[in-house]
């Protein structure tokens, strides 16, 4: 499964920024896509995940709930995160991590994104 991201860059302190991640290949079911953003001790964070596996569907980190709306495209294989209300502290690498099955294989499988930077500065 070939994951692309794109969207990012830079905005100013309460702009707006959309990241998508498309995923593509053959023989594969999704079973979850969604972000996380890298943080200054290098580990990642949730920021926000859409899942066919739960109630819900979707989770957000803490401090994005409210700003942020992740949504998915079945069609397209493809989920977007909707940014608003930016602030600084969003500012991240944010990498998108895509769950998924291989049906050939049988297996369950994660896989990262190549990231996307986000800067939010006056």
């Known amino acids: 499964v070939q994951i692309v991201e794109s969207g990012g860059g830079s905005v100013h302190p309460g702009g707006s920024l959309r990241l998508s991640c498309a995923a593509s290949?053959?023989?594969?079911?999704?079973?979850?896509m969604g972000w996380y953003r890298q943080t200054p001790d290098n580990k990642r964070k949730l920021v926000a995940v859409?899942?066919?596996?739960?109630?819900?569907?979707?989770n957000y980190g803490d401090s994005v709930e409210g700003r942020f709306t992740i949504s998915y495209d079945n069609a397209e294989t493809t989920a977007y995160l909707q940014m608003n209300s930016l602030k600084p502290e969003d500012s991240a690498m944010y990498f998108c991590?895509?769950?998924?099955?291989?049906?050939?294989?049988?297996?369950?499988?994660?896989?990262w994104g190549q990231g996307s930077l986000v800067t939010v500065s006056s």
């Open positions: 290949g053959n023989s594969f079911s999704i079973i979850a």
């Open positions: 991590n895509v769950d998924y099955r291989n049906h050939l294989a049988n297996t369950e499988v994660s896989s």
């Open positions: 859409y899942s066919h596996r739960t109630v819900s569907a979707t």
